[in-house]
């Protein structure tokens, strides 16, 4: 069973790497996946009127490492690397965080910006071990 807490981008540290405003105080490991993500309006298309929202991923970096009050997450490997592959570039490529102009593989991430961190259940892995010996 995986689960979520909220935390925020304290700091742009690079253009792969995002410091969370919390920490193994509340259960972060390395490892734990992040998401930031971007809400889309969805409207009619024949009366322009509003259906509601969907959340949609735009970034998934993992921790690489955890102090008491905070974290700090790098970019994951862009699954795409294939179709990239196809056009010329070879091997798997990272997105990028934007420094201010917006390149056009770079997603735009600020300071405040809430966030999505996915703990692993502890409780479930030690009895997978356990059934497993």
Known sequence: MTMEIKAKVAQILG???IALNTGFRVGVEVGN???AWRTVAINDPDTSEPLGQVKLSKLRLS???VQAAFSIARVTVDSGWFARAIVGNIG???KR???????????KVSI????TIYLNDRTT????LEIDV
């Not at 892995?125 to 997978?128: A, L, P, R, T, Y």
């Open 97 to 107: 965080i934007a420094s201010g102009g917006m390149e056009s593989d770079a997603v």
């Open 63 to 65: 921790v690489v490492e």
């Open 15 to 17: 253009p792969h790497e």
């Open 33 to 35: 996946v992040v998401e």
């Open 112 to 115: 405040g910006e809430e966030v």
């Open 125 to 128: 892995e030690v009895e997978e």
């Open 92 to 94: 798997p490529q990272s």
